[in-house]
């Protein structure tokens, strides 16, 4: 079963939610190998006429209604038609890096490279076959970010990308002409090691395997019914109304109280 279900047996040495005091539980200091992150950026940019030449492509599948069923050749028939695109990998390759340390700002440096964004492109033939083909985006970046001193182990340069197409036409020649909307988040990262606080470890609960017992959700109910939430002290009474309601606490106004007239503190 999962961390998190309602059957695990052993919370307490799970994750999820802390009942009580964050620090019950914590016995001992544990030395864990990381990677540390020293600065991060995030780009959200428009590219707006944007070439992209596909490198590959296949064939999806005939989507169109009375479509040619048939087994294509390999080859779009033209003219083609622009569908869609968008990142098909998250991680990111940064060519061309330049580092260049800031003399009035200690701990900064200038940060330059090219940053090649993966990119599925969606097109159909007009036969109404639809292809995927693959191409790249290289967007050049030049911002300013925190690096750390040097040392025996090396800092990296690390990103996380993601983009998806606003519109786009095939211009001729496998090159795509679109309108992307990119995202971009460099990272200043370093393997340490480095000590936490441990509660301990984790309490592995056994796989539950699925079937379609309608009985499991209703056997998870409380056996009898929850109190009251007046009764539990989270809302107070509405004596405005007779004393006939339930008014939540410090929430006079809203919109699910608006019958009350008094709210209690």
């Known amino acids: ?61 005939n989507n ?7 087994v294509p050749p390999t080859a779009p028939v033209p003219p083609i038609q622009f569908e869609s695109c968008r990142s098909s990998a ?25 940053i090649d964004i993966p990119i599925d492109i969606l097109f159909t033939d007009s036969r109404c076959v639809e292809y995927i083909g693959k191409g790249t985006v290289r967007v ?8 750390p001193d040097d040392s025996i182990v090396p800092y990296s340069l ?19 002409r679109m309108t992307i909307c990119v ?4 990272k200043v990262l370093a393997r340490v090691e480095i000590l936490i606080p441990s509660y301990g470890f984790c309490s592995i609960p056994p796989c539950e395997e699925f079937a379609d017992n309608v009985c499991d959700e209703f056997f998870s109910l409380p056996l009898f019914p929850p109190l009251n939430l007046c009764e539990a002290g989270e809302v107070s009474p509405d004596t405005g109304n007779g004393g006939n309601g339930c008014c939540r606490r410090n929430r006079c106004g809203s919109a699910g109280n608006s019958g009350c007239r008094s709210c209690g503190n």
Do not use: H, W
């Not at 050049?140 to 690096?147: I, R």
């Open 1 to 61: 079963m999962s961390f998190y279900s309602y059957k695990n047996a052993d919370p307490v040495n799970s994750p999820g939610e802390i009942s009580g005091s964050a620090l019950d539980g914590l016995n001992e200091k544990v030395c864990i190998q990381v990677q540390r992150v020293y600065d991060s950026c995030l780009q959200q940019e428009q590219l707006d006429s944007r070439d992209v030449t596909i490198t590959s492509y296949a064939q999806v599948v």
């Open 64 to 70: 169109c209604a009375g479509g040619d069923t048939t």
């Open 90 to 114: 998250a991680d990111i390759d940064v060519s061309n890096l330049t580092v260049e340390r800031l003399v009035d700002r200690p701990c900064f440096a200038r940060v330059r490279g090219y």
């Open 140 to 147: 050049t970046k030049d911002v300013l970010l925190s690096v």
């Open 158 to 176: 690390e990103g996380l990308a993601s983009a998806i197409c606003v519109s786009g036409s095939y211009l001729g020649d496998n090159v795509f």
């Open 183 to 186: 995202s971009i988040i460099l």
